[in-house]
Nanobody, 122 residues
Framework: VQLQACGGGLVQAGGFLRLSCAAS????????MGWFRQAPGKEREFVAA????????VYADSVKGRFTITRDNTKSTVYLQMNSLKPEDTAVYYC????????????????WGQGTLVTVSS
């Protein structure tokens, strides 16, 4: 599976962005998907994940209520709607895919996209 993330950019605090991650191949629906982020000088951290069917979603406490992860299996794409952005959301955002259930743990994901930069100005 190849993943291509896009949608990052520069936005003011309080604004919004929608990230997309398109997957190649015909087996997208067999993968749970996750979004992670990495700020400069920090470790990669979990943001959100969604089950293969889209029926189960999980979020990091830091984004709960502001971010929404969804997927469209007909388009082999996962989305991350980010509202009420804060400067501390600034990071490179990565999408990832794994066979099996959604997970918080980066090492459990099998495939990674190249990342898209989100910068939130104060």
């Amino acid at each position: 599976v190849q993943l291509q993330a896009c949608g990052g950019g520069l936005v003011q605090a309080g604004g919004f962005l929608r990230l997309s991650c398109a997957a190649s191949g015909r087996t997208f629906s067999t993968y749970a998907m996750g979004w992670f982020r990495q700020a400069p000088g920090k470790e990669r951290e979990f943001v959100a994940a969604i089950s293969r069917s889209g029926g189960i979603t999980v979020y990091a406490d830091s984004v709960k209520g502001r971010f929404t992860i969804t997927r469209d299996n007909t388009k082999s794409t996962v989305y991350l709607q980010m509202n009420s952005l804060k400067p501390e959301d600034t990071a490179v955002y990565y999408c990832a895919a794994r066979s099996g259930a959604a997970s918080y743990t980066p090492s459990q994901y099998d495939y990674w996209g190249q990342g898209t930069l989100v910068t939130v100005s104060s």
